[in-house]
């Protein structure tokens, strides 16, 4: 690890004529660029700044905080301000698709991973496939070329478009950065925000003064595998709260987690099973885009005029065309937004990783110069 020189601070003599807190923050600043203080390196603190400096310690810190606002500093709780290392980025990813045999090219997952791949690509970033087609009790160890690609060496971050139970397996032991998509609340998961969602669906059905609200899910009512409530579940406790009426016929979704192949063919099903009801709810949330595609199917092929009537709130990935032959409204989510947050989690990864790394060992500092 560098180091640097402690007497590097009295080079700088204030000058009476010009603002203190530019010249500070204008010296420091050279330091940091011309690599006199070599990334990591832990700063005097601001009171033994201000006396070698002769002003206020007030000063120092305005100057300081200039300099954390450009990204040169960064100040952590509790140990000191640092200078900020020079952005850590994914050179090489690799993107784990357990069950990759099931995506399509309309799946939610094979939009998130090609986005991931443009993002990655736009970075400089290499990224590879690894897909999985194992069954899942045997998806807890890493498919043999991804364990071959990390023993190598070959990637170094892990990247998973979708969560599974059994990864996490062997995702625990690895001390690579890693990003997971999904619905639970994990360090490493970027999770859908269920709840933000379900604003939506209620802001569109008081906006269309709707008395009355269905929905068909293809996610079950109840919890997890990780005893985490669903999204169905989680739909359903809002729905008892929010004054609409409802009915437990209205609200279908399968009695278990269904296989993505399965899903547009129990959203027509479902479909048909509401319109058998005597009555129909005035509006219908359909989720997610394989139900939807399914029930719209049946909705359109429904003979009488029962479901003309029926307002339909469809979920639709803002980068993606989304056509229905049924006028409806969209409940915009963006593929591209989710992947940069992804991303982010996995820079944060980087950046903490390398900090405890590399840190510079707390010594005197501060009395070399006092």
Known sequence: MS?????????????????????????????????????????????????????????????LTVLVAEGLLSREHGLGTFVRPHRVQPTSAAIYLARGNLLERIDFRYLLTTMLQQLLAQSGAVSSIFSDFRPEPELSTPPPELAAALKAGRVNCLICPSSNLHIFDWLEQSDLPQVVAGGIDRPTIVSFDHDQGNDLIFEWAARHRLRSLGYLS????????????????????????????????WLIAPPSALPDTEMEHFGYRAALQLLAQPELPEGLFLYPDPVARGALQALQSASGKRAEHLQLLLPRNRELPYFSARPCAWLEVSIRDYAEAMLAQLQLQFEHRELRRRLVPMTLIDATIS
């Not at 997890?224 to 409530?229: A, F, L, P």
């Open 3 to 63: 180091e640097y020189d402690p007497e590097i601070w009295s080079r700088l003599r204030l000058r009476p004529d010009l603002p203190r807190q530019r010249q500070i923050a204008d010296f420091v600043r050279s330091l940091v660029v011309s690599g006199a203080l070599p990334a990591h390196t832990r700063l005097p603190g601001q009171l033994a700044l201000a006396r070698r400096w002769q002003t206020d310690q007030c000063t120092v810190n305005k100057a």
């Open 218 to 249: 293809g996610q079950h009512f109840g919890r997890t595998m990780w005893r985490y409530e669903t999204s169905s579940e989680r739909f359903r406790q809002r729905l008892i709260d929010s004054g609409l009426e409802w009915r437990e016929e």
